[in-house]
């Protein structure tokens, strides 16, 4: 009987501990020094850089990734860059409004869960998986967007806005529960500010400025 109570006694600690981890470190919300500034982009995720990659659509192909990639940068300008942000447990998972802009239209994209930690193409994006597809406009005109992609484990995507809901630097604009990626397509008139093994902080990092 002694023994069947501290089993219970032991299942029911992991499981407080568990849910006080979940609520008071997964969804922490920590403040961020915000710059405020309309000429740069700040990270909209809180991670490490995997890739930097230059698009142009005139080279995309249409077949496997580059047909993705494709239909994706397409509203946002005939060429510019990709730049693929992985999140691990230990990130914050909430995602930032890089720049002062208006949501024009989101669209989600059901697909599969795999691991959104391994590279499969030159991207760093598994395009396969679940996504959601956020295209903002800024107050000088530049469009571009925040894709928020679903991983292995991380297999819920919220977003917290509206099109036509206008938007502060820094303001919240979504979750992905647990592990997995956001990537950011921006038009050819942006240079990145940071390269691939950067580590960078939701709202605060600096990740491309108006040339």
Same mark, same amino acid.
């Given at each position: ?10 299942? +029911?600690?992991? $499981?407080? =501990?568990? @849910?006080?981890?979940?609520? @008071? /470190? @997964? $969804? %922490?919300?920590?403040? %961020? ?7 740069? =982009? ?19 192909? /249409? ?7 494709? +239909?994706?940068?397409?509203? +946002?300008?005939?060429?510019? /860059? ?13 995602? !930032? ?15 599969? =869960? ?11 994006? %598994?395009?396969?998986?679940? !996504?959601?597809?956020?295209? @903002? ?17 991380? %297999? ?25 990626? +956001? ?29």
């Amino acid at each position: 009987m002694q023994l069947l109570i501290k089993i219970l006694i032991s299942i +029911v600690g992991v $499981l407080v =501990f568990i @849910f006080l981890y979940y609520q @008071f /470190w @997964f $969804l %922490r919300q920590p403040e %961020r020094n915000i710059p405020l500034d309309n000429t740069v =982009f700040v990270s909209p995720a809180n991670g490490k850089i995997i890739a930097v990659k230059k698009w142009n659509s005139d080279s995309l192909q /249409w077949d496997k990734d580059q047909g993705v990639v494709k +239909v994706l940068t397409k509203d +946002v300008d005939s060429e510019g /860059w990709l730049i693929a942000i992985e999140m691990d447990i230990s990130n914050v998972h909430y995602q !930032r409004a890089p720049i002062k802009s208006t949501l024009i239209s989101k669209e989600y994209t059901p697909g599969k =869960f795999k691991n959104a930690l391994i590279q499969t193409n030159e991207y760093g994006m %598994r395009l396969e998986n679940e !996504r959601n597809s956020l295209l @903002f406009e800024t107050e000088s005109g530049l469009k571009y967007k925040v894709i928020q992609i679903a991983g292995l484990v991380a %297999r819920r995507i919220v977003d917290y806005i509206e099109p036509n809901q206008k938007l502060d630097q820094g303001d919240i604009i979504g979750l992905i529960k647990l592990g997995s990626q +956001v990537s950011l397509i921006l038009p050819s008139t942006l240079e990145p500010a940071i390269g691939v093994g950067d580590k960078v902080i939701d709202g605060e990092t600096i990740i491309a400025k108006i040339k």
